[in-house]
């Protein structure tokens, strides 16, 4: 290999791997102005009101990547509203990783709600209270996907794993292009105590806010990906796993803040709780 072609695929890599600008590299789709990117596509706000909410997605779709986004969630009384950041493949039979933020009550914790689609099929949620007030600051949101396991992280602290257990007949999702997505909108039918708890519209207008926006990531184009142009060293997050230290970070999450995983919910697997459960 060339001198000069190293270090173009070098500099090809710097570029996929920088933050970006939401100028660049979101669009807002919905919302009729309730969503804006300021700060010469530094900040981007997604605001809610009782006629809608707003969202935005990635111009690129990734088949495997690093996304991280740093959020401040809706701060005071946020009950009814629901703050998405999840990863989505088209169609009727599709993929989906997701982070989903279930507003609270003023001084109640959010709740994090995952979970992991295949081929349209989901019903596979772990949720979980955060160690911290997600509404004073940003912090950092991150979901891993290569094609051995799914990694929601948060500050860089594993709040889940999910293996890729094809050997045990397990869907995971691996062929199917995914885009970025966000959104901000009301969910007060269930999202706050099952429903109970609705939205209080006098604090409204409810507004989340992104920095920092960074898909260290394969992107896909024209049914190719641009890893296979890259150096497979530089993309050390396609085997990435998680270490002795950060299994030790997971167990302390899901020991001290998850408050609900499908994997011990017996009422609702009758027959056997799912294969993957003997494992995750």
């Known amino acids: 290999m060339t001198t000069s072609l190293l270090l173009s695929l070098l500099f090809s890599f710097v570029v996929l791997a920088s933050a970006a600008n939401f100028n660049q590299d979101i669009d807002v789709t919905w919302g009729d102005g309730r ?8 900040l981007l706000t997604l605001t809610l009101d009782k006629f809608s909410g707003s969202g935005f997605q990635s111009k690129n779709q990734y088949l495997f990547g690093k996304i991280d986004m740093n959020i401040k969630l809706v701060p005071g009384n946020s009950a009814g509203t629901v703050t998405t950041y999840y990863l ?3 169609g009727s039979t599709w993929d989906e990783i997701d982070f989903e933020f279930l507003g609270n009550l003023s001084g109640d914790p959010y709740i994090v709600h995952t979970n992991v689609y295949t081929q349209g099929k ?22 891993l996907w290569n094609p051995q396991r799914i990694i929601f992280s948060v500050d860089g602290t594993p709040l889940r794993e999910f293996k890729n257990l094809e050997s045990m007949g397990v869907a995971f999702p691996k062929s199917q292009p995914m885009r970025v997505y966000s959104s901000l909108w009301n969910a007060d039918d269930w999202a706050t105590r099952g429903g109970l708890v609705k939205t209080d519209w006098s604090q409204a207008p409810f507004t989340a806010a992104y920095r920092n926006y960074k898909a260290d990531a394969c992107v896909w184009s024209s049914g190719k990906s641009s890893c296979s142009s890259t150096l497979p060293s530089q993309n050390s997050w396609l085997s990435q796993e998680l270490d002795i230290t950060s299994q030790q970070r ?4 899901q020991k001290n803040y ?23």
Not at 250 to 253: A, E, H, S, T
């Open 35 to 42: 969503g804006k990117i300021l700060e010469n596509g530094n």
């Open 258 to 280: 998850m408050i609900y995983s499908y994997c011990t919910d017996t009422k609702r697997f009758p027959q056997g709780l799912p294969k993957e459960c003997s494992v995750h």
């Open 250 to 253: 997971l167990k302390w999450v």
């Open 122 to 143: 989901g019903d596979k949620e772990q949720q979980f209270y955060l160690w911290f007030d997600p509404t004073k600051d940003f912090h950092t949101y991150s979901l």
């Open 88 to 90: 989505r493949s088209e």
